[in-house]
C-alpha cells in the first residue's frame, strides 16, 4: 500500500545532497545499474546479481536479493536503537542499587 504524501519545498531543501541527488538520479533513470552501465559501454552484463535484467524498476522495488538485504539493514537499525535504550535504562536502574 503506498501512502498518499506531499513534501514541501522547504522539506526537500533540508534533506542531504546525497539523498536529493539519489532521489533525482532514480527518478530519471540515471542511476549505475547494470542496463545503463552496458549502455554507457562500461560493462558488458546487464543482468542483476539475481539473474534478471537489472534495470531500476527491478532493482530498487522487486529484486529479491535487495529486499533482503534493504529487510536486514532495517531490522539490524531497529535492534541497535532498542539496544542502546535497553543499555540506558539497565544502567539507571542499576544505578539505583548502588550502597
Known sequence: MVLNRRISWKEIWAWEPARTSF????AYDILPSPVNQVRW???DCDKC?????????HILP???LALKE????RH???LGVSAKAFEGKTKRINGLWLF
Open 49 to 57: 546479481l539475481c539473474g534478471a535484467k537489472g534495470t531500476l524498476k
Open 23 to 26: 532521489l533525482l538520479k532514480a
Open 62 to 64: 522487486n529484486c529479491p
Open 41 to 43: 559501454k562500461i560493462s
Open 76 to 78: 539490524n537499525q531497529v
Open 70 to 73: 534493504c529487510y536486514t539493514w
